[in-house]
């Protein structure tokens, strides 16, 4: 039996510097952190060869008196914290206690402080772990460290290190985070004698995403500000025109620390439900500001991720706050100047929208209640409306809540009122209304407004639904099968009833009353395929909102339809009325808004 010995002190920090000291880049956060808490206003960060070999971090911060410096480079000693209590009220970025000596026991490291209250400085040497003797030296106040040759004594950690450039882009990365959680506080970083960013203190954190992401997606950012008893939201998110492949341009920025935290994502993406197409992320710059005893930052040993006392609160307020706001922006969609559309790319400020596409990203909002059905020869204005005071924002299992709009308000959303328009191609309508003309893709449009109609209508109740005179037999796979018997409940709620009929195939004994015009079969499997795929929504809202979204899609209006004017005055009033029919259910837009200074530029009239 193997035996149980003592590591020693050299070899438990080279164990906790492979949890601290990944890359460059963690050296970089450690280092600023820790000068952020020491009261720094400046901080200069220099880099040499993506920082694997120097990464040098200056600031002008409380400084480290000569009798501390040895401590400072000793596992678990820290100014930060005094008790277990402590832990789980952390209000400085730093505490763990350890990081300092992480990295000198896989680096060369040198630090160089002086107190304000002392007349000379000192310094410290430290080379793989072996600790030199602290010096006397002219120094001013603050704190200088500099870490050389990464991982000089690990050769198998350093060959993980990949090239410069993907090194420096880390860094970086750490520096914007950082400088957009601290906007008072002057950052500076140079690579190999060239200065990347200088960025002196500013009071709008919108001066510091334009100078990292460019002017024209600040000048386009929503406002968002939002105080529920101690918990305080500020910040900003972007027009769902402005959009990424990924989530990397969503910061959350926790009591001056950048997180992540799924389920604040999640809340990011349910308020964007519905205004960006599958594959699409919101950008977002989000603080957050709480007690620190309502956090517990000692979940993981970077801090990227944290524990909350009360983690749904938080996201309620999120999801209610992003809601409300986008409730009061116009998110209609805007023509592309002449010469502007240039191939997307993750570095563009400010992304021209997506192509359209049909995916299904689901959306999630509040809506007014009212039912419309359109059935052969029948007209869009025999409808049945159904009115109430106050809808939920989402279903009953839903966390959150959202204040409805008055329908007064929601003119900003709609600069077209029932004024007259003409129907072109057989697929678009056209309008004009104070010097603006408005395009509208008449099935998105119409799939938007079925889409929160029908919504509205499940909250207070089943759908219509129309039962079958002689219940229809449907061969599946037994996989599809099997996911159609288990959410039989669920799509009972949409008026679709099902029963089992042996083996592989199921019976169908009703449909909403929308899709009675359906092919019955091929709507059934359709619907079996989707719930039997590996990515088929799990949690029952999701798979409603799903539903529905197939359910107006399928009842909407078609490209190629070709409407009589009392349809198209109809399409248009509707659309007057809703809240959110900027996009369909999908994400595409459904309204195209060209001012007279558009067609000016395109005309070159300007």
Do not use: W
Request: proline share 7%.
């Amino acid at each position: 039996m193997p035996e149980i010995k003592q590591l020693p002190p050299h070899v438990v920090n080279k164990i906790a510097a492979g949890e601290v000291v990944e890359r460059p880049a963690s050296m970089v956060k450690e280092l600023v952190e820790n000068a952020i808490d020491a009261g720094a206003d400046r901080i200069t960060v220099t880099l040499r060869e993506g920082g694997t070999a120097e990464v040098r971090v200056v600031d002008n911060g409380c400084g480290i008196s000569p009798e501390q410096l040895l401590l400072a480079v000793t596992s678990h000693a820290t100014s930060k914290i005094e008790s277990d209590d402590d832990l789980f009220d952390v209000a400085t970025l730093g505490f763990r206690g350890e990081a300092l000596a992480s990295i000198s026991s896989v680096a060369h490291l040198n630090i160089r402080s002086r107190t304000a209250t002392s007349d000379a400085g000192a310094e410290l040497q430290v080379d793989g772990g072996a600790i030199g003797t602290v010096k006397p030296i002219a120094a001013a106040v603050g704190t200088t460290i500099s870490v050389s040759d990464l991982f000089f004594n690990t050769p198998v950690r350093r060959k993980f290190l990949r090239t410069i450039r993907t090194e420096l882009s880390h860094c970086t990365e750490t520096i914007t985070r950082l400088a957009l959680a601290h906007p008072q506080i002057h950052f500076s970083l140079t690579h190999d004698d060239r200065l990347l960013h200088d960025l002196p203190p500013v009071t709008e954190l919108r001066d510091r995403i334009a100078h990292f992401y460019g002017q024209p997606l600040a000048d386009g950012l929503l406002e968002i500000s939002s105080q529920e008893g101690d918990i305080t939201l500020t910040g900003y998110v972007a027009h769902p025109e402005n959009s990424r492949s990924n989530n990397k341009m969503q910061y959350l920025l926790l009591r001056g620390r950048f997180i992540r935290d799924r389920s604040l994502q999640h809340a990011v993406s349910e308020a964007y439900r519905g205004l960006l197409l599958r594959g699409r992320y919101p950008i977002c710059f989000l603080q957050i500001q709480m007690p620190a005893d309502q956090v517990d930052v000692n979940v993981h040993p970077t801090k990227l991720e944290v524990r909350f006392r009360d983690s749904q609160r938080l996201y309620r307020q999120m999801l209610s706050a992003l809601r409300s706001r986008f409730l009061k922006a116009n998110l209609n969609a805007t023509l592309e100047p002449l010469g502007s559309v240039t191939p997307a790319t993750e570095q563009t400020a400010a992304l021209p929208f997506p192509s359209p596409t049909h995916p299904d990203n689901r959306p999630n909002r509040p809506i007014p209640v009212a039912i419309h059905q359109r059935h052969s020869g029948s007209t869009l204005a025999e409808t049945v409306a159904d009115k109430t005071e106050a809808i939920r924002d989402t279903f009953p299992e839903s966390p959150g809540k959202n204040p409805v709009q008055d329908p007064a308000q929601t003119a900003i959303h709609h600069p077209l009122g029932p004024a007259p328009a003409i129907q072109v191609m057989d697929r678009y309508l056209i309008a004009e209304n104070d010097n603006t003309v408005i395009v509208m893709d008449q099935h998105a449009l119409h799939e938007s407004i079925l889409y929160e109609k029908l919504r509205a209508k499940m909250l207070s109740g089943p759908l219509d639904r129309q039962p079958l005179l002689v219940p229809e037999p449907v061969d599946l796979a037994a996989d599809e099968a099997a996911a159609l018997i288990d959410q039989r409940e669920t799509l009972a709620r949409l008026g679709i009833e099902i029963e089992p009929f042996g083996g592989e195939t199921v019976l169908l004994t009703s449909l909403p009353s929308l899709l009675a015009k359906q092919n019955r079969g091929t709507l059934l499997q359709s619907l079996a395929h989707q719930l039997a795929s590996p990515g088929g929504t799990a949690e029952r809202r999701d798979l409603l909102d799903e539903l529905l979204h197939m359910i107006a899609c399928k009842a909407a209006i078609k490209a190629g339809d070709v409407l009589a004017t009392e349809e198209i005055q109809d399409l248009i009033a509707q659309r007057s009325e809703s809240t959110m029919s900027h996009h369909c259910p999908h994400g595409r837009p459904t309204t195209l808004v060209l001012t007279r200074e558009d067609l000016d530029r395109q005309f070159l009239r300007t």
